[in-house]
């Protein structure tokens, strides 16, 4: 089962992170100081490496721990897949809003060593976007991860049953 674009676009984490974004567009001047930039950028990084290991950890549990019955028992409904392809997305998200942080740590840090004041307030808000949609993705996934859960007890006192 793969994700669709629909289902993305009006997906509550991706609507929430889109009104953080045009929040800061019109919040932001033109120009934003690059000190305050490059802390913005090391507080994704900080955040965002915690966030995606443990997610990545998660994801390995749930893939290693399904046997072949319960993975058919969900795969009926199409759930095992569902949840296997948003983990995928998820994953790649938090990985791209890690990337994006430390790309531009980077580059700030080289900026305000050659004495550039500020950027553009577009660069903050592609931040600001990535890391609360990577944010609010995890958070969602999550609330899947417990469905998920409980569909074990379910199926587990559904063989017990026989």
Request: hydrophobic share 55%; with cysteine; charged share 15%.
């Amino acid at each position: 089962m793969q994700i669709r674009i629909r289902d993305i676009l009006l997906a509550w984490d991706f609507l929430a992170a889109t009104c953080i974004s045009v929040v800061a567009v019109f919040g932001l001047a033109g120009n934003v100081a690059n000190t305050l930039c490059k802390d913005m950028y090391n507080i994704g990084i900080s955040v965002l490496a915690i966030v995606f290991s443990v997610y990545f950890a998660a994801l390995a549990i749930i893939i290693s721990s399904s046997d072949d019955d319960f993975v058919r028992f969900l795969e009926e409904v199409g759930d095992y897949s569902r949840l296997i392809s948003t983990f995928r997305y998820t994953l790649a998200l938090l990985f791209t809003a890690l990337m994006y942080s430390i790309i531009m740590y980077a580059i700030t840090s080289v900026w305000i060593n050659d004495d550039v004041l500020g950027q553009s307030k577009w660069f903050i808000t592609v931040l600001a976007f990535l890391f609360s949609y990577g944010l609010f993705a995890a958070v969602s996934v999550t609330s899947d991860a417990i469905l998920y859960a409980k569909s074990r007890s379910e199926f587990l006192s559904k063989i017990n049953k026989k």
